[in-house]
């Protein structure tokens, strides 16, 4: 399979310099197929909320296969910018599958636990009711909605709590306070599960490996390879590491971690310094699902990955961070 005059086909990544995109950029050779060029965009090269901007990044580089890894993910200011938000988390995205359809191209597309209201008491499955509870996760329902409207064959990975040792997070924002504050105050009624934007395309890469014997010895797919196993496990799927937390102990823990592993530290901030508060004393623009959990048992029954612990990718961030070794 090739592209427009016998070229190699190509693969599609947007949000270049986000979270995900840099983490699909610095591993590319992990999942990309290997027959295939892979061209990642950031906004200055596809505006994803400027519908002509992404039209013509589209027949400019006729991908086949492209993954979605751009959002409008400022939760607060989407409520007062809905138009925006609607433009890159729904319009784009369907877009970019109704483009793709006609072709035979597919789409891995990523969306969020704020699909749902956080008023469960079991892990979301992915046929649960879904109910935003701000223009974000509204924004983010009408993308997975137009992709599969569009009838493209598709992965809508849902993840929560993205982190990365690159770009802002709170994992991140822990660290700084860690070395600035004495006592801070953070929320401890919303459970969720930390993510690592590299976890993320480890599952990527997995989900890829087509269960033929069609890919190299690395074990990366063809093109070809890659588009048919995204048609024969076109659906939505619960993507995020395992286990359980609150932010309060998410916090504990990573400022527990900086301790263990930098005693000499410049922290002046303790994890039992760090006191809890109910979502209703912090209040914010945009309400937040108290429980974000995510099943993952069609994820793992359909690809035989298990995810690891939410504390293990953090661990293994913050030795990244810190340039040492984890004890």
Not at 143 to 170: C, D, K, M, Q, Y
Not at 201 to 216: E, K, N, W
Not at 222 to 244: D, K, Q, S
Not at 286 to 309: E, N
């Amino acid at each position: 399979m090739s592209g427009p005059d016998g070229e190699r086909p190509r693969v599609l990544v947007t949000g270049r310099g986000g979270q995900l995109g840099a983490a699909l950029e610095a591993s590319v050779d992990t999942w990309k197929p290997v027959d295939a060029d892979v061209v990642f965009v950031g906004r200055d090269d596809m505006d994803l909320g400027d519908a002509d901007s992404v039209r013509r990044t589209l027949e400019s580089v006729a991908p086949r296969l492209v993954v979605n890894a751009a959002a409008y993910t400022a939760v607060d200011r989407a409520e007062s910018d809905v138009d925006a938000a609607m433009a890159v988390n729904a319009t784009a995205p369907g877009a970019i599958a109704c483009w793709l359809a006609p072709r035979g191209g597919a789409l891995v597309h990523v969306s969020t636990d704020y699909v749902f209201d956080g008023a469960a008491s079991r892990p979301y499955r992915e046929d649960d009711p879904t109910g935003p509870l701000g223009v974000y996760g509204h924004s983010k329902l009408a993308g997975e909605e137009a992709v599969r409207a569009s009838g493209v064959p598709h992965w809508i990975l849902r993840t929560s709590w993205v982190f990365s040792a690159g770009g802002a997070n709170f994992l991140k924002t822990m660290m700084r306070l860690a070395a600035s504050k004495d006592t801070i105050t953070v929320v401890a009624d919303q459970q969720g599960a930390p993510t690592d934007a590299r976890r993320l395309v480890a599952f990527i890469a997995a989900m890829l490996r087509p269960a033929s014997g069609d890919a190299s010895a690395r074990g990366a797919p063809t093109t070809a390879a890659a588009l048919e196993t995204l048609a024969r496990t076109r659906g939505t799927y619960h993507a995020t590491a395992a286990g359980a937390t609150t932010w309060h102990a998410y916090a504990q823990h990573v400022v527990a971690g900086l301790h263990a592993r930098r005693p000499e530290g410049p922290w002046t901030l303790e994890a039992s310094a760090i006191q809890p508060t109910p979502t209703a004393g912090y209040p914010t623009p945009a309400r937040r699902p108290l429980y974000s959990l995510l099943d993952h048992d069609r994820f793992v029954r359909t690809f035989d990955i298990v995810p690891p612990p939410w504390q293990a990718d953090v661990d293994a961030c913050l030795d990244e961070l810190l340039g040492s070794i984890a004890h």
